[in-house]
C-alpha cells in the first residue's frame, strides 16, 4: 500500500515562497509518475506540475516559471518549489502517484496567500 504524506503548506505574503514535500512509503516513487495538485474554494483540481519515472516535467501555465518541480530518490520525496506565490494559487495542494498498479493522493496541504 503506498502512502503520500504532504507537508509544507501555511500563510505566505504575496511574492513569498514555499517549498511543499511529498514523502511517499510503500513504493520507490522512482517508479511513478508524481503530480501537484491543487483545489481552490468552489473550483475543480487542476494539474500543477509533474515530473514523471522518466524525469520529464510538465507544468500548468499558470505556474510556469515560479514554481518547480523535483525529486529525491534516497528520500523518496517530491518537491515543489513555490515562488513568486499570488493571492491566486491559494488552494489545497495534493500529491498524486501514478503507479501502473494504480494511483495514491496524498491527504493534501493548504497553502494561503495573503496580505
Known amino acids: 500500500q503506498v502512502q503520500l504524506v504532504e507537508s509544507g503548506g501555511g500563510l505566505v505574503l504575496p511574492g513569498g515562497s514555499l517549498r511543499l514535500s511529498c514523502a511517499a512509503s510503500?513504493?520507490?516513487?522512482?517508479?511513478?509518475?508524481m503530480g501537484w495538485y491543487r483545489q481552490a474554494a468552489g473550483k475543480q483540481r487542476e494539474l500543477v506540475a509533474l515530473i514523471t519515472s522518466g524525469g520529464s516535467t510538465k507544468y500548468a501555465d499558470s505556474v510556469k516559471g515560479r514554481f518547480t518541480i523535483s525529486g529525491d530518490g534516497a528520500k523518496n520525496t517530491v518537491y515543489l518549489q513555490m515562488n513568486s506565490l499570488k493571492p491566486e494559487d491559494t488552494a489545497a495542494y495534493y500529491c498524486?502517484?501514478?503507479?501502473?498498479?494504480?494511483?495514491?493522493w496524498g491527504q493534501g496541504t493548504q497553502v494561503t496567500v495573503s496580505s
Open positions: 510503500g513504493s520507490a516513487f522512482s517508479f511513478a509518475d
Open positions: 498524486k502517484a501514478s503507479y501502473i498498479s494504480g494511483t495514491y
